[in-house]
């Protein structure tokens, strides 16, 4: 692991950004975007603002990811957030959650699973590229 700033990942990381906050707020009302895609892609923001920072390893970064989301899920499941004395409606009320669902575990795996698909893919994609080359 080594601190390395990216601006490829910072850039991907506002534009993901902004999609949640559009699902958030603007696609709301259609059920599937907001209860199951907002879950799927925040686990790529995660990924996304990580390495706008640091340099490591894909697999563990994705693993670690995959954790820290579920810790999260489960700190709601213990309404963490009400105990550390957060008003509803605040920001860390907000980020830390209020709800605990197992199918929002299942969206930040599927999440992390579809990032480590895409890395494979375009990682090999660039290994064939180095071999034509």
Known sequence: MKLQFNLKYFLLTIVIFLVEVLIATKLAHIFFVRAYLGDVIVVMLLYTFVKSF??????????????????????????????????????????????????????????????????????SEKKEQTIVD
């Open 54 to 123: 640091v340099k490591m390893d894909d697999k563990k970064l994705i693993l670690g990811i995959l954790v820290f989301s579920c810790l999260v899920e489960f700190a709601q499941y213990f309404t963490v957030a009400e105990k550390l004395g957060f008003r509803p409606g605040s920001l860390m009320y907000i980020v830390i959650g209020n709800s605990f669902s197992w199918i929002d575990i299942l969206c930040y795996a599927a999440g992390c699973l579809l990032l480590f698909l895409w890395l494979k893919l375009t990682h």
